[in-house]
């Protein structure tokens, strides 16, 4: 592995009081893997960042990069570098000096300066533009001279906390690819830092989910979506669509409905996503779940549309119909309305 935190944990004295920002962390981050850390805020990301920087020693436990216990080493010593959402970059110095400022403070040779600099400034796509100061560029160039700065002495692994906080909602998703493309291009490890679930989503290879300074799950971002682990989880990604109450044989009962939760018993939670629902006039046959409900609300969304179905207890389904097919139904508000899933769909 690249990274390894084992049982990291960080305690802060505060006013008298122990705070644990980090209560006992670990996992593995791959050579050249994009590896997310996603929470809410106040969850730890920040802290955990810091301990493998080397910007904060854990209280517990162990940080190791590349199998070598650096616990107790300096962050200059540890061949990493952080980016900060406050790009940090030098107002008096061009983007040129800007980016070369590491490489002459170890008194690299100028040709491999000069080589490397310039490599550096095509891959974030800012070749033509050397001569500039960070105020004469916008938000998302600032943000690319960062990263050509940190990337520029080749580090082992990159650690980016909220890189892209500061850009508007256009300008983020953009960057966010060529984060991602950036870098495959320079084949660096990652360690993102986001509260966003979108952006984890979109660049990630795998994904950490943090609450309360935890980990509640670890995986791929198409497992994190598809299959949570915990109802935090399925609520913090997306549309929670949440049922709960007690299952006798493997079927909940809703007001008239059965969703089936196969080899349950007892008191269940269940999710499923939106766009795995099937709303229909009538009531559908088959091995489903099937849940009768009211429409409570429908957005238009283009491409398909969001509707918003109370339950008999009360619960609030969303369900995404893709407009693309003659078959879709048009229900409206107060419709009475079936929803159906496969019992692969669900999640317990
Ligand atoms: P995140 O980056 O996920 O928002 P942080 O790692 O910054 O979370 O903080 C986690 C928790 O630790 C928060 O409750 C925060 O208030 C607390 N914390 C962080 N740094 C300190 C510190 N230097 N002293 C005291 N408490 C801290
Ligand atoms: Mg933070």
């Known amino acids: ?30 050579e050249g893997e994009f590896f997310s850390l996603l929470g809410p805020s106040g969850c730890g990301k920040t802290t955990t960042m810091r301990m493998i920087a080397g910007f904060e020693e854990p209280s517990k436990g162990v940080v190791r990069l590349r199998g070598e216990d650096v616990t107790n080493v300096p962050p200059n010593k540890r061949d990493v570098n952080m980016v900060f959402q406050s790009y940090a970059l030098f107002p008096h110095m061009s983007v040129w000096d800007n980016v070369a400022f590491g490489l002459k403070q170890r008194r690299t040779p100028q040709e491999e300066i000069r080589r490397r600099v310039g490599e550096m400034l095509e891959i974030v796509d800012l070749t033509g533009r050397e001569k500039r100061r960070p105020r004469e560029l916008s938000g998302g160039q600032q943000q690319r001279v960062a990263l050509a700065r940190a990337l520029v002495n080749r580090p082992r692994a990159l650690l980016l906390d909220e890189p892209l906080g500061a850009l508007d909602l256009k300008l983020r998703q953009a960057m966010q690819l060529e ?29 950490a989910v943090m609450k309360d300074g935890l980990v509640e799950q670890l995986a791929g971002p198409r497992e994190i979506y598809e299959s949570p682990a915990t109802t935090f989880v399925a609520g913090f990604i997306g549309t929670s669509n949440l049922m709960a109450g007690t299952a006798t044989a493997g079927v909940l009962r809703i007001g008239e409905g059965r969703v089936l939760v196969p080899q349950h018993d007892g008191e269940v939670s269940v999710t499923v996503r939106p766009e795995k629902i099937i709303l229909s006039v009538d009531e559908p046959d088959g091995d489903l779940s099937v849940v009768p409900g009211t429409v409570a609300e429908v957005v238009y969304l283009g491409t398909y549309n969001s509707y918003t179905v109370s339950l008999a207890d009360g619960a609030e389904i969303t369900v995404f119909q893709q407009n693309a097919h003659d078959s879709t139904i048009t229900a409206e508000r107060g419709d009475s309305v079936w929803l159906s899933w496969q019992a692969q769909h669900s999640y317990v």
Do not use: C, P
Request: glycine fraction near 6%; charged fraction near 25%; avoid cysteine.
């Open 179 to 207: 984060l991602k493309r950036i870098q495959r291009e320079v084949g660096i490890t990652f360690v993102y830092v986001t509260h966003d679930q979108n952006e984890a989503l979109t660049m990630s290879d795998r994904i």
């Open 1 to 30: 592995s690249a990274i390894e935190l084992q049982d990291v944990v960080k305690e802060y004295v505060s006013h008298g009081e122990v705070v644990q920002a980090v209560k006992g962390v670990t996992l593995a981050v791959g």
